[in-house]
């Protein structure tokens, strides 16, 4: 196994190692702690505040963002020494992407009943500050990534809001927000891919970057889920509904790495969305723990053998068992928990 450390630390000055010393220079960091962290380990990103009061009958699994990290510590997969803590966006980072209307009403809850209907929200002072720690935690995962190669939230994916309005149960676009700060703050502009394999579309994702050549959006979804009116992505690949973990994995594996290739990233996003899972309520897919085990690996692996950066979000998952849920989620630390410990980072 090749040691990717020197890649990502120390060494010759591979593309990566000059990005990291740029990040630990010149780049304007949004977390000025960064470069102090104690851990050695696989940082996770990971806030108390992701998580607001809903009504115990609302269908969204608000209850799973604590639960991830709990389930990550009860299971000893990692220590509370690996755990980095975002801050939370300010209107201005949000502004990189979303228009100063929307936010003004989102902050400020003058959001109309017929919009929040779209989003699947009430409107709280609770959700506005879950959101925007949770893109908070996606920029610093990001950012840790830059300096360490590999690092993971334990939220983010809401990869469906779009720059003026949200939509299903997303109400921020964190990734595109990462995206965006992190290529306009490097001397030279970064280039981003962001893997987005929720099974929906990332459909806001795609709409906010369709002119922005420095960010390659690339979704495998389920062709017959939400949203019905699909956005085009760089690469769309639409499955059908029952798709099983051997053709959904080589699905995968026909593409990322040419798309590594030819686009050349110097960071990936990477949605690790559990709802292509068999049991997700809103899934229509067939993958198994273990497909999603073997998903992650991939993915992870195949970046960062490559020397990218790459940071990891939690995307969708849709149950009531929330303790099931978290686990299943939990699912791609441990996948970058392997590749921390077999790269050798
Ligand atoms: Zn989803």
Redesign the pocket.
Known sequence: MTCVKRLFSKGPRSKVAWLIGEALTSCRCFHAELVRHESSALPVVHHSKYVCDLAPSHRFPMGKFPRVLQCLLRDQVITEKQVWVPEIASKDLLSCVHTEDYLDNFINGKISEQEQRRTGFPWSEGIVRRCRYETGGTVLAAEVALQRGLACSTAG?T??AFPSYGS??CLLNDLAVAAKYMMDNSPTKRKVLIVDL???QGDGTAFIFKEEPSVFTFSV?CGK??PLRKQQSDLDISVEDGLEDKDYLSTVEAHLPWLLETFRPDLVLYDA?V?PHWEDE??RLRLTDQGLYQRDLFVLKTVVKRGVPIAAVI????SRDIDRLALRHSIVHRAATQVWRECGM
């Open positions: 994916g990869h469906h299903g149960f929720d099974v929906h979804h889920n939400f969305g709802d809103l899934g995307g969708g998952g849709y």
